[in-house]
């Protein structure tokens, strides 16, 4: 079993200018996925792709919206919203006040990603080597 607390996360914890991500489960855990708390600072916008990865969102504190760039189409995010970008959508991510979400994501992020300019993890081997951008 594993167990972790909120200080344990912080410990993993990435810090960016728009957005601060606390990795709870990692790829090293066993999991299959990785799940994190990510906090979107207020008056933040964040255009991303993820390429390599799949991710389920679920908003549950504040309040944000999300803008679908590939399908098309925007929905307001709230406490109880869950968003599942099952089809590499790229997308824009945005709170005016700040908004708190548990992500998820397939497959399991290895730790030290941070995005690249195209708003994209790369995918990485376990010991952090990158596989493909």
């Given at each position: ?22 990795r709870y489960t990692l790829r ?43 399908e098309g189409g925007k929905w ?58």
């Amino acid at each position: 079993m594993i167990i972790r607390t909120h200080e344990d996360a912080q410990n993993d914890a990435v810090d960016e200018e728009k957005w601060i991500s606390r990795r709870y489960t990692l790829r090293a855990d066993g999991m299959g996925h990785s799940l994190h708390e990510t906090y979107i600072k207020p008056g933040k916008q964040l255009h991303m792709w993820y390429k390599n990865h799949k991710e389920t969102v679920l908003c549950i504190e504040g309040e944000g919206q999300i803008e679908d760039l590939t399908e098309g189409g925007k929905w307001d995010l709230k406490p109880g919203v869950l968003y599942a970008l099952d089809k590499h959508q790229q997308h824009i991510l945005s709170s005016e006040k700040g908004m708190t979400v548990i992500c998820a994501f397939s497959p399991a992020l290895v730790g030290p990603e941070d995005h690249d300019e195209q708003g994209s993890y790369p995918l990485l081997d376990d010991d952090g080597t990158v596989l493909q951008r």
